[in-house]
């Protein structure tokens, strides 16, 4: 990026009084153009070649444009040549050559004007019979796809040559130009005219179109004694005209005249077989839409119909889980309270015996102490009564 904005600023830096006058060189659409430079006598240098935009293309032998078109064909101290291979229309301009010693120097400029010439130019013409029962010839010539636009004239039987009203205009593309020019001459028999286009890029050579009035009004009185058909050895066929009252056209194009032809030989496919088909295809793109619509709609259908039934299904499953769920709740409920109050009886029934069983202990011990007791005192009674009889 930073060498192209050098090499825009020092092109714009050069001085205007380095800049020579631009040598003109014309080429056709896809040809290629050779570009040489020579470094000034007794200077050495490098030498620099820069492309209408301002890049540099090559420095010495160092290529600066990445772009395949741009060739080297020889390199030395004093001269530098290049090759521009497929040129179009986005190459036109003006290429220079730099020379750098001491100071920035312009040693060549060279303008590149690039032809499209036409190919071909198509003429068409139609009778007009205008109200006052003249007849006049309306003539159109046309090319396509010029650079620059080509110059239409119009020669006459006796060799006068007319300009004619002549228009031109950009094609889609905006890269050439469609060009037309009409003429309007009286209908006579025996004479002709030529359609002349003249281009750069013919060489001095031209293009002409003939046409002469027998062809056109042959093709008049033939399709007048066979309507609906026309003749195939008719160069230029009919064509019936609505905007005026009591005026009939009849136009055709040289260019077109096999496909005229053609079509004129059977004109059934192109006056009833057209509508009827065109209806058939309708009627039957019609019936496969409806066929499509109602079999998608149907498919919708079954599609929905197995969603509900499933949702019904985890519906009632859901349903039985709740139920069994809320049964095993209550059982458990049930379970626990009896189990509870089952543990309380027992506790209470347990809790009694212990008493019980604490009291049975505690007559018994008592029982026991007092058996004691009565024993001690019988034997003090026995003692008592026993001791008199021996002291006696």
């Known amino acids: 990026m930073w060498w192209?904005?050098?090499?825009?600023?020092?092109?714009?830096?050069?001085?205007?009084?380095?800049?020579?006058?631009?040598?003109?060189?014309?080429?056709?659409?896809?040809?290629?153009?050779?570009?040489?430079?020579?470094?000034?006598p007794a200077k050495r240098g490098p030498l620099q070649?820069?492309?209408?935009?301002?890049?540099?293309?090559?420095?010495?032998?160092?290529?600066?444009?990445?772009?395949?078109?741009?060739q080297l064909l020889h390199h030395s101290s004093k001269e530098l040549s290049i090759r521009v291979a497929n040129v179009t229309p986005h190459d036109e301009g003006v290429y220079t050559c730099l020379h750098y010693s001491r100071s920035v120097r312009t040693t060549k400029a060279v303008k590149v004007v690039v032809l499209a010439t036409p190919l071909k130019s198509?003429?068409?013409?139609?009778?007009?019979?205008?109200?006052?029962r003249e007849e006049q010839v309306a003539l159109t010539c046309s090319t396509v796809r010029s650079r620059p636009p080509p110059q239409i004239t119009w020669q006459?039987?006796?060799?006068?040559?007319?300009?004619?009203?002549?228009?031109?205009?950009?094609?889609?593309?905006?890269?050439?130009?469609?060009?037309?020019?009409?003429?309007?001459?009286?209908?006579?028999?025996?004479?002709?005219?030529d359609c002349v286009v003249r281009h750069r890029g013919l060489r001095g050579g031209r293009l002409v179109v003939s046409f002469r009035f027998?062809?056109?009004?042959?093709?008049?009185?033939?399709?007048?004694?066979?309507?609906?058909?026309?003749?195939?050895s008719s160069q230029y066929a009919p064509q019936a005209a609505s905007t005026v009252a009591a005026m009939e056209d009849?136009?055709?194009?040289?260019?077109?005249?096999?496909?005229?032809?053609?079509?004129?030989?059977?004109?059934?496919?192109?006056?009833?077989?057209?509508?009827?088909?065109?209806?058939?295809?309708?009627?039957?793109?019609?019936?496969?839409?409806?066929?499509?619509?109602?079999?998608?709609?149907?498919?919708?259908?079954?599609?929905?119909?197995?969603?509900?039934?499933?949702?019904?299904?985890?519906?009632?499953?859901?349903k039985k889980e709740n139920e069994?769920?809320?049964?095993?709740?209550?059982?458990?409920?049930?379970?626990?309270?009896?189990?509870?109050?089952?543990?309380?009886?027992?506790?209470?029934?347990?809790?009694?015996t212990m008493r019980c069983m604490d009291y049975i202990t505690q007559l018994c011990s008592e029982a026991k102490t007092k058996g004691k007791e009565h024993t001690q005192q019988a034997k003090l009674k026995r003692g008592h009564a026993r001791v008199p009889e021996s002291v006696v």
């Open 4 to 40: 192209r904005v050098c090499n825009l600023l020092l092109w714009w830096s050069l001085p205007a009084a380095s800049l020579s006058p631009a040598e003109t060189v014309e080429v056709e659409e896809g040809q290629p153009v050779t570009l040489s430079c020579v470094a000034p």
């Open 49 to 70: 070649w820069l492309a209408p935009s301002g890049f540099t293309i090559f420095l010495s032998q160092h290529r600066a444009l990445k772009n395949t078109k741009y």
């Open 122 to 132: 198509t003429l068409e013409a139609s009778i007009i019979r205008t109200q006052n």
């Open 156 to 193: 006459l039987g006796n060799h006068t040559e007319l300009p004619g009203d002549t228009s031109h205009a950009f094609d889609s593309d905006r890269r050439a130009w469609n060009s037309s020019s009409a003429l309007r001459v009286p209908a006579r028999r025996g004479s002709a005219v």
């Open 214 to 232: 027998e062809d056109l009004v042959t093709g008049q009185e033939a399709a007048s004694d066979a309507p609906g058909k026309s003749s195939p």
């Open 250 to 318: 009849f136009s055709t194009s040289a260019t077109d005249k096999e496909e005229e032809e053609q079509t004129t030989q059977d004109p059934d496919l192109t006056t009833g077989a057209h509508p009827q088909y065109d209806g058939l295809v309708r009627r039957k793109s019609g019936i496969l839409l409806l066929t499509l619509v109602s079999f998608l709609i149907f498919i919708l259908f079954i599609i929905v119909q197995l969603f509900l039934m499933k949702l019904r299904k985890a519906h009632v499953i859901w």
């Open 324 to 352: 069994i769920s809320e049964y095993t709740l209550e059982s458990y409920k049930s379970r626990s309270n009896h189990e509870e109050t089952s543990s309380q009886e027992k506790y209470g029934q347990s809790k009694s």
